[in-house]
């Protein structure tokens, strides 16, 4: 029983490693681009609920960008109760702040606001329309380089995947991690791939062509998903667009999360949306947790109590394996070597927060972010 399982844990490793798509390389970057003959004028749209701590350094770095096109941006005050409104305007540059309007139903928070940035942008001749997610900061030549990279390889959609906020105890023992599960759901390379059906984006840095949006029915085409970065990268892959998605080295996250709760809570308000609702996605992706991360240490450490020898050098061999997995992932946010070891208590973690979500939806208990919320349980 033992050395069947700790062979099929080697096995997954290796598949992992070798066959899927070579997501834990974390290489997918921006490389440089020639500069376009003609810059194409660009407005971006910023959804701000409640955002008053970031919001002024996002639209100062937005404000800030050196591009030699034409550069519009709109900020959309969705309902704050904290001056991030206010903030926004004192903020000197081709910047106007739209209030938002009342959600309708069938809305996501998000979405609406991006639409209501895009219904107010509809006089303007803008070639892309650039979503930035209020608590991130963008350094002045980001702007230029997506546009420059997204024009050379006539990209329909460009996304960055920001540097997140890694400086607190569970911040250091999750957020990697977080970047490795995403990876490992979305392979860069496989969303990078016009073959590959695979689409995926991060919702915090997306330039998309305007015709790309209008092909794809508007952001009303998504209205109601919760994650709807990846819905919108998926709605413009599957109408024929070109799509790109890689880590950002020059977009960063403000956001900090402190305390363990910070995060579960960011988790677990989405986890079980991810898995469609679904008991039987949920009880899949528990036991895949369980025998990918989990098995692995607990047959190494229990060696000397079983003493399979195949079970426990499978899996070391497959502990092993992971740690190399998530190395570069950890690297890239400056973390040690020893640290991929602890992946398994990682994902363990996130295990938890996916089962707690499911909970909550069950009794009926509605996921909330900045005071909206967003799932309602059973109808």
């Known amino acids: 029983m033992l050395a069947p399982l700790g062979l099929l844990t080697l096995a997954i490793w290796a598949w992992l490693l070798l066959f899927h798509h070579r997501f834990w390389r974390a290489d997918q970057r921006l490389t440089k681009s020639p500069l376009p003959d003609r810059w194409p004028s660009v407005v971006a749209i910023v959804p701000a609920r409640n955002e008053a701590p970031s919001i002024g350094a996002c639209v100062e770095a937005l404000a800030r960008q050196d591009y030699r096109g034409a550069l519009s941006i709109i900020v959309v005050d969705d309902s704050s109760t904290d001056g991030t409104g206010d903030i926004a305007r004192a903020v000197s540059g081709n910047i106007e702040v739209v209030q938002g309007e009342k959600l309708p139903e069938g809305w996501s928070g998000k979405l609406w606001a991006l639409d209501t940035g895009l219904r107010r942008a509809a006089p303007l001749p803008a070639d892309y329309v650039w979503f930035s997610d209020a608590d991130i900061v963008h350094e002045p030549r980001v702007l230029a380089d997506l546009v420059a990279f997204a024009e050379t390889r006539r990209l329909d959609l460009v996304s960055l995947m920001a540097r997140l906020h890694c400086v607190h105890f569970w911040e250091r023992l999750l957020v990697p991690a977080f970047v490795f599960f995403f990876q490992m759901l979305y392979p860069f ?191």
Request: charged content about 15%.
């Open 189 to 379: 390379s496989a969303v990078n791939d016009p073959r590959s059906k695979i689409a995926g984006a991060a919702g915090g840095c997306v330039l998309l062509r305007r015709d790309a949006l209008s092909r794809i029915g508007g952001i009303g085409a998504i209205r109601g998903d919760l994650i709807d970065d990846c819905s919108l990268a998926a709605a413009v892959k599957r109408t024929g667009g070109l799509i790109w998605l890689g880590l950002a080295d020059g977009t960063s996250s403000l956001r900090v999360s402190p305390a363990l709760s910070d995060l579960w809570q960011m988790v677990s308000r989405t986890a079980f949306t991810q898995l469609r609702y679904s008991g039987a996605l949920l009880a899949g992706t528990l036991a895949g947790l369980g025998l990918t991360f989990l098995a692995p240490p607990l047959l190494a450490l229990s060696w000397p109590i079983h003493q399979n020898m195949i079970a426990g050098s499978a899996g070391v061999l497959a502990w092993i394996g992971m740690a190399t997995a998530y190395r570069p992932t950890l690297r890239d946010y400056d973390r040690t070597a020893p640290e991929a070891l602890l992946l398994p208590v990682t994902a363990a973690l996130y295990g938890a927060m996916t089962l707690d979500s499911a909970i909550n939806y069950w009794r009926g208990t509605a996921s909330s972010w900045k005071g909206r919320q967003y799932q309602k349980g059973h109808t």
